[in-house]
């Protein structure tokens, strides 16, 4: 992330800490290279050797403590009011600090629910406690789990513009990926192509592997199945999950086309049927969807329309935030499942972007059937990022999924 939008975003993160009434959070890491808190890339655009404490207050304070040689690049980033370094332990400046700006509230990185809110390791905090033994401080501790998901979830028109980068390149790949594939490839092949597809403009993969997932048929291992030397053949449905990353943040798109048998110039009525339950179900979300609204709600109104039309419900989430990652944390568009904790119940604000997936894992035979497209919240609503695709193609009948209509 860049220094200018990492500026913004403490910007923000002031501004989320009063409307939540929170004094403080802070992020507090050591050796970040080795995985680290997945807040840290939102406020710092490096890492930490020794042990870190990044302080941001309602009252405005960026306090950023650090060891003595980790210092110099903090300083250099010029977004922290007061860098402060230490050589023996961090524990003297950061009590000192402390006590300082006195927080009646402290909120850190530990979640039950959302993973990317839940960055504070266990050794951490226990450290953290015997840091603050004799202070008040250990007492004022509260989850930053608000404070997180607000600030990867209201997208600034920066960020949103970088994520329509990513989803015009992939859907680029997806045109030319619908050009390549015929009945003979395999879907490793699928795979390989898009890969390269990605290297040779420069962006990475949404996620690590497998990406993309690739889909033919109904043998096929659906989910977050690995692409195998099963070939495309008539009949199938092939499906393609897909992401890229650029500029620092993700795309993420489902696709499908019908793979016709001899004679074919249209999908059988069983795949036409079941994609447009997915179409339908996708329209009545993203109606649904609006500043306020529960995920759990959006979520209900497709799954509705899935199970209406006869078909089993999908046993996923019906979408997520897409940022910096392509599963962004925060709330989700879920069914209220034990799995999904609270994240369910979190309002949509505007800024946030969210995907919309329906699912059919068979489509009368033809294999597993799932589109997804993109979504960013607004003060009224919704607005498509993702060209929608509003119908199935065949397969090496066109020249790409030139039927998607533009919102």
Known sequence: MTSSLIAEKLEQAHQILGELGLDAWMVFVRESSHGGDPALSYIYDGAFTWQSALIVTRAGDRIAIVGKFDDGAVRATGVWTEVISYVQSIH????ETLRRID????????????????????????????????????????????????????????????????????????DEVGRFAA???????????MQDA?????????????????????????????????QIEPGHILHI???VQQ?????????????????EHAPPE????????VVQGISVAADRLKPGVEGWQVDQAARKIITAAGYPEYGHALGHHVGCTAHDGGGIL????????????RKAEPGNVFTLEPSIEDAGGCGCLGIEEMVVVTDAGCRWLSDRQMTLPCLGTSKSLDNRLQN
């Open 92 to 95: 003297g400046p950061l009590v």
């Open 103 to 174: 927080p009646q509230t402290l909120a850190l990185d530990f979640s039950v629910d959302d993973y990317a809110a839940d960055g504070l390791t266990h050794g951490m905090y226990l450290l953290l406690l015997k840091y603050l033994e004799g202070t008040p401080y250990a007492e004022r501790l509260v989850s930053a789990v608000g404070v997180v998901g607000a600030l990867r979830g209201r997208k600034s028109p920066n960020e949103l513009a970088r994520i329509e980068k990513a989803i015009e390149t992939a859907q680029t790949i997806f």
């Open 183 to 193: 009945p003979g490839k395999t879907e490793r092949e699928v795979a390989r192509f």
């Open 198 to 230: 990605a290297a040779r403009r420069g962006v990475g993969l949404a996620w690590s592997q497998p990406c993309p997932i690739v889909n033919t048929g109904p043998h096929s291992m659906i989910g977050h199945g690995v692409p195998s030397d099963l």
């Open 241 to 243: 999950d897909f992401g």
């Open 247 to 263: 500029e620092g943040y993700c795309s993420d798109l489902q696709r499908c086309w019908y793979v016709p048998r001899p004679g």
């Open 270 to 277: 069983s795949a036409a049927r079941a994609f447009e339950a």
């Open 334 to 345: 879920g069914p209220r499942w034990e799995r999904y904790g609270n994240t369910p119940f």
